[in-house]
């Protein structure tokens, strides 16, 4: 459509209408919240991307992020990504020269230096709808997707796009896949362009050459969360963590394949963490292992960056062997801080861009394999620099050269792998076992099927096991960037499923998956966990596509129970091996998994005390307590995965339970109004404590009269009233 141009009108509206008209009304439409973020949480591996180009992980509670393996509680991984940009004989819009302009990534800068335009998700298909009893445990998470486009390749992308004050438009797009062999990475493409925009705007406000221009990242892992407890609480932020690398010989191997014969290699550019030795520990704390539980270790993972493409010039969009031209570590919170963009800043930034043409700073860094040249003689990794911010992965890519409207991109990987759960439980366990017993010698059995004799190296054989298991993670991601992020495809999930509770059953049904159609299309599964949901999920049903659902006939009574329901394929369609390996593939768990519990209900009891016979015998029960006495010491042998719950059973549909103390002091109330006979508390007062030992008195109030459904007959009238004794032993 031809625009035509109109004369301003006086006035705030005629302003308004020439900006709008002239286009730089465009600025209220670009710019981004600099805390923007957008959350991918569809695979075992789940992160949140923020809007100024870098993430730094801090919620102003504890480091959030890279979530690996997603399903168990407290397996953030991120600390932080620092980033950098520079150039040479730089003139700003103001014709101001600079010999080196640099720029620091982070949300300080954001609206001076850095001027974010676009953040945004794209999904391939809409989210499931999940319920449970009626509950749409979904819905919080239906903001994170922007789009749908059912033509894109991977399961998300996300788009983020960030203007700088030297003209250089950098975007990243992030994919990411569900498929159960790539859903443990994310790719990042980054694309650099001379656009001159220096704004929030879309006028341009530099049209001149970039030359030099060179881009750098430090980022560090805590490896993990959960980790940091057996470890030490330094360990949230990385304080522990070695460095390590791969690639020094990727040039002689810049043009191979990786093939699912030869799925490891350590020619692939990429430098990766995990936890080293805390000093204060007396024991051998690799792994993270659990000495005041079971044993289990707590930190298995092996965090990182692989680098899969460098454009070697605006002009050759190859990749170049001889990038990166600095790929090591870096002390982690030692860096030079720009004081400012203009040229009172303009000593800090000549630091800067050194560091960025490969020298580190104060000499805190190398490109060494940091772990194997001082862990002999620094066995805490944060003592070769004395640094208290840990170590970081250091990269530096460039330099280049760029026209107004030219452009280089670059390739990365960021992943997550180790041990799983099952194997961190078996393991930390057999190794507490000897801990406790120093006389146990083993045998341990070791990765390769040898044995040792020593506790110590069968734990840290098997945790840097973990080398492999990243080194695999990135070679699948360099094999779905070859195959033009056409890996193959599981069947997409139902989108409804609904769960729900009854008297005999507890039933999980789903709506068709809109793979049926598909010629590999083979059918559902439903997955259960018991107790809670960081757990491990077991298989309960498999069948065709004709059946939308399965009743749970096995939930025993008083036991909360976790489902998810998964399409799954035959295979014929995944069977070259190119990008993984072969055979059937399922959907995600993170699409329909549920995380609110679903238990057997009972009837409402019809008696508040028990009815007996003349022989003395319960013909109708009252209200139970189960367990009761409630010991902290036999909890293992009540309701499985919920230690502290207690259960009032065979009471009124409709009812109110109050807790008092033995001397009368209210301590909870549940307003029970579902209809059903049995409600449970968990030990916790309405202030949010742990009940302590004690003798506790129960009142249960009815708040709505209740009849016999069969034959019409009053079972209780409102304002009837129950009271029962309850011990907890703590």
Same mark, same amino acid.
């Given at each position: 459509?031809?625009?035509?141009?109109?004369?301003?009108?006086?006035?705030?509206?005629?302003?308004?209408?020439?900006?709008?008209?002239?286009?730089?009304?465009?600025?209220?439409?670009? =710019?981004?919240?600099?805390?923007?973020?957008?959350?991918?949480?569809?695979?075992?591996?789940?992160?949140?991307?923020?809007?100024?180009?870098?993430?730094?992980?801090?919620?102003?509670?504890?480091?959030?992020?890279?979530?690996?393996?997603?399903?168990?509680?407290?397996?953030?991984?991120?600390?932080?990504?620092?980033?950098?940009?520079?150039?040479?004989?730089?003139?700003?819009?103001?014709?101001?020269?600079?010999?080196?302009?640099?720029?620091?990534?982070?949300?300080?800068?954001?609206?001076?230096?850095?001027?974010?335009?676009?953040?945004? =998700?794209?999904?391939?298909?809409?989210?499931?709808?999940?319920y449970v009893d009626g509950i749409d445990i979904s819905a919080p998470y239906a903001t994170d997707v922007d789009e749908i486009d059912p033509t894109i390749i991977p399961d998300r992308i996300v788009i983020n796009k960030v203007n700088t004050l030297i003209g250089l438009t950098i975007t990243r797009t992030i994919y990411a896949f569900s498929q159960q062999y790539h859903n443990n990475y994310f790719i990042q493409t980054w694309t650099l362009e001379n656009t001159g925009n220096t704004d929030y705007d879309s006028e341009i406000e530099l049209t001149r050459p970039l030359t030099g221009v060179r881009f750098s990242f430090g980022v560090r892992y805590s490896v993990c969360r959960d980790g940091a407890s057996p470890v030490g609480s330094a360990q949230t932020y990385g304080k522990?963590?070695?460095?390590?690398?791969?690639?020094?010989?990727?040039?002689?191997?810049?043009?191979?394949?990786?093939?699912?014969?030869?799925?490891?290699?350590?020619?692939?550019?990429?430098?990766?963490?995990?936890?080293?030795?805390?000093?204060?520990?007396?024991?051998?704390?690799?792994?993270?292992?659990?000495?005041?539980?079971?044993?289990?270790?707590?930190? %298995? =993972?092996?965090?990182?960056v692989a680098i899969l493409h460098v454009d070697k010039s605006a002009g050759d969009h190859s990749d170049d062997p001889a990038q990166l031209l600095k790929l090591g570590w870096h002390a982690g919170d030692s860096y030079p801080g720009v004081t400012s963009y203009t040229k009172e800043g303009e000593p800090s930034m000549a630091i800067l861009y050194?560091?960025?043409?490969?020298? %580190?700073?104060?000499?805190?860094?190398?490109? &060494?394999?940091?772990?194997?040249?001082?862990?002999?003689?620094?066995?805490?990794?944060? &003592?070769?620099?004395?640094?208290?911010?840990?170590?970081?992965?250091?990269?530096?890519?460039?330099?280049?050269?760029?026209?107004?409207?030219?452009?280089? &991109?670059?390739?990365?990987?960021?992943?997550?792998?180790?041990?799983?759960? =099952?194997?961190?439980?078996?393991?930390?366990?057999?190794?507490?076992?000897?801990?406790?017993?120093?006389?146990?010698?083993?045998?341990?059995?070791? %990765?390769?099927?040898?044995?040792?004799?020593?506790?110590?190296?069968?734990?840290?054989?098997?945790?840097?096991?973990?080398?492999?298991?990243?080194?695999?993670?990135?070679?699948?991601a360099k094999r779905a960037m070859d195959a033009e992020y056409k890996i193959p495809q599981p069947p997409q999930p139902p989108p409804l499923v609904d769960v729900k509770s009854g008297g005999d059953r507890i039933t999980v049904s789903w709506s068709a998956s809109p793979s049926e159609s598909e010629s590999d299309f083979a059918g559902y599964k439903v997955f259960r966990a018991v107790g809670r949901t960081d757990t491990v999920f077991q298989e309960i049903y498999s069948g065709g596509k004709d059946i939308h659902a399965f009743a749970d006939v096995s939930a025993i009574r008083g036991i909360s129970y976790y489902y998810y329901v998964s399409a799954f394929n035959d295979g014929s369609k995944n069977s070259s091996g190119e990008c993984n390996p072969p055979g059937p593939l399922l959907s995600s768990r993170y699409y329909t998994q549920t995380t609110e519990p679903a238990y057997l209900r009972r009837q409402a009891g019809s008696s508040l005390e028990?009815?007996?016979?003349?022989?003395?015998?319960?013909?109708?029960?009252?209200?139970?307590?189960?367990?009761?006495p409630y010991n902290i010491k036999s909890r293992v042998l009540q309701y499985t995965g919920e230690n502290d719950k207690i259960m009032f059973l065979n009471i009124p549909g409709h009812c109110t339970i109050r807790i008092f103390t033995e001397r009368g002091d209210l301590i909870n109330q549940i307003s029970h109004e579902d209809g059903s006979g049995d409600e449970s508390w968990n030990s916790i007062t309405s202030s949010r404590q742990v009940v302590v030992s004690g003798i506790y008195i129960v009142h249960f109030e009815v708040t709505a009269d209740q009849y016999d459904s069969a034959t019409n007959t009053l079972l209780y009238k409102k304002g009837d009233t129950a009271v029962r004794k309850l011990v907890i032993i703590r």
């Open positions: 459509m031809k625009r035509t141009y109109h004369p301003p009108m006086p006035g705030l509206k005629g302003i308004i209408l020439t900006l709008m008209l002239t286009g730089i009304w465009f600025a209220a439409f670009s =710019q981004v919240v600099s805390t923007d973020r957008r959350y991918i949480r569809i695979g075992e591996l789940q992160n949140h991307y923020t809007a100024y180009g870098s993430d730094r992980a801090w919620n102003n509670t504890y480091y959030e992020g890279l979530r690996w393996p997603a399903g168990y509680f407290y397996q953030d991984n991120s600390v932080i990504r620092r980033q950098w940009i520079g150039c040479t004989n730089f003139t700003n819009a103001r014709d101001e020269h600079y010999d080196n302009f640099a720029i620091t990534f982070s949300e300080g800068n954001v609206g001076t230096a850095l001027f974010p335009v676009e953040l945004k =998700q794209i999904a391939k298909f809409a989210l499931p709808t999940v522990f963590s070695w460095v390590t690398k791969r690639g020094e010989n990727y040039a002689a191997h810049a043009g191979e394949k990786i093939t699912e014969a030869n799925p490891i290699v350590d020619w692939i550019r990429c430098g990766f963490e995990y936890v080293g030795q805390n000093p204060v520990n007396a024991f051998d704390n690799i792994g993270g292992p659990y000495i005041s539980k079971n044993g289990r270790l707590a930190s %298995p =993972q092996h965090a990182g050194n560091v960025l043409s490969g020298n %580190p700073y104060m000499g805190l860094g190398g490109t &060494t394999r940091f772990d194997e040249t001082y862990m002999a003689t620094h066995p805490d990794p944060s &003592t070769v620099h004395n640094d208290g911010g840990g170590t970081n992965v250091w990269a530096c890519y460039g330099p280049w050269d760029l026209q107004p409207g030219e452009s280089v &991109t670059f390739v990365e990987a960021e992943g997550v792998s180790g041990l799983n759960r =099952q194997m961190c439980e078996s393991i930390g366990a057999r190794w507490k076992k000897a801990y406790l017993d120093p006389g146990d010698k083993g045998p341990f059995t070791l %990765p390769d099927g040898s044995t040792t004799n020593d506790k110590d190296v069968y734990k840290n054989k098997w945790v840097f096991t973990g080398k492999d298991s990243i080194l695999m993670t990135f070679g699948r028990d009815v007996v016979d003349a022989d003395g015998n319960v013909i109708t029960p009252g209200i139970r307590i189960v367990p009761n």
